[in-house]
């Protein structure tokens, strides 16, 4: 399988985890998604400089763009890439996020470390989230 | 010193993440057996993936930035360091918008399936 089709399988398999095997059902969250639009962020600047600088290199035959160059660095975007790294990229990362939140919320569910909870911020930090 | 390249991302993205728990008081460090638990199936399941793309060529490492040390199926060790440093991030995240927010996860004390 290439890169492609095992991102692809992985995506479906993590949300029939999320829906239906341990039912966290967090894609229906909206602290789901909020979290993952933060992470997709810093996913692209860490990801782009792994696969910037070709501390990470890929095959053409597995994805769907063309092989990281081997004398410079490959396109910020396009060739099926953005910010450097194989779009695949996302379907791994979308994995392996999704995989680690549910089973973090499973966890706690069942009763395990749920406490202690998150929060409240330290006062200042607090202040400041209520003055906007 | 370029071989801690690679490791040297991990270490930014944990001290990018530390004012989380310190400042929005996350506490994910402070449950520790949650964490751990919550951390083993991913490392083992995306290094079974990593192993698989590795022997299939999918993807290189360039040897000059990582550390050179290498674990099952040639996977090396900074993968299993990645494995572990993005879950907790990730992890860092939800609980920080759940200090700040409130917003329901699932989790919640007096909630049980």
């Known amino acids: 399988m290439t890169y492609t089709e095992i991102g692809l399988l992985s995506v479906i398999a993590v949300v029939i985890c999320d829906m239906y095997i341990f039912r966290t059902r967090l894609i229906r969250r909206r602290i789901f998604w909020a979290s993952y639009a933060i992470i997709i962020f810093f996913q692209l600047v860490t990801n782009g400089i792994l696969t910037g600088f070709r501390i990470v290199r890929y095959d053409a035959d597995a994805i769907i763009g063309g092989s990281t160059p081997t004398k410079h660095a490959p396109a910020f975007i396009g060739d099926g890439r953005l910010v450097f790294a194989p779009i695949e990229d996302l379907l791994f990362g979308f994995s392996l996020v999704l995989l680690t939140l549910i089973l973090w919320v499973w966890h706690g569910k069942n009763g395990l470390q749920r406490q202690p909870v998150s929060g409240p911020p330290v006062a200042k930090v607090a202040k400041l989230l209520r003055s906007k | 010193m370029s071989h801690f390249a690679y490791l040297a991302v991990l270490v930014g993205c944990l001290i990018g993440t530390a004012g989380l728990e310190i400042f929005l008081r996350t506490r994910v460090y402070r449950r520790p057996v ?68 409130n917003w329901l996860v699932g989790d919640e004390v007096g909630t049980n399936e």
């Open chain 2, 34 to 101: 949650r964490l751990i638990a919550t951390i083993i199936p991913v490392v083992v399941i995306f290094t079974l993936w990593d192993i698989y793309a590795i022997k299939s060529g999918h993807w290189t490492f360039d040897p000059r930035f990582v550390t050179g040390i290498e674990t099952v199926g040639n996977v090396p060790l900074d993968e299993i360091f990645f494995f572990i440093v993005i879950p907790i991030c990730a992890i860092l995240t939800l609980e920080a918008i759940r200090s700040a927010r």
